[in-house]
């Protein structure tokens, strides 16, 4: 059984955190199965944005894992912050999770495939 996104992103501002580094809502979407966005504010100053990955991405074995796709990185947060309004066009239930100064591998937070958005 699949973790609902509210428990799920729960489970990450809290792990974030508990490490010393910040995260925030900056979105709140449906309780149950809204899609997850990752704001990720990285030590020089640009952000990557991380969304969800296309089904193909998902394991028959791991059908519940959530796994997420680079959209866009290096950018000034304007550009992130423009690509989340865009998809909020079509989406109003989705989350925003923000991250700040969290300086282990990502890869501890959550899954990333190397499909393309």
Known sequence: MRLTSEFWVAA???RVNDSGAFAALGNKGAAEAGAIFIKFRNKDGSYD???PAPQLAYDERKPDERIFVLVKTGVAEMEVDDELQRQMRWDRD???????DYRAARDDLFPVT???Y
């Open 94 to 100: 989705l989350w925003i999770v923000e991250i700040e």
């Open 49 to 51: 944005l991380f969304g």
């Open 12 to 14: 990450l501002v809290r």
């Open 114 to 116: 190397d499909l393309e």
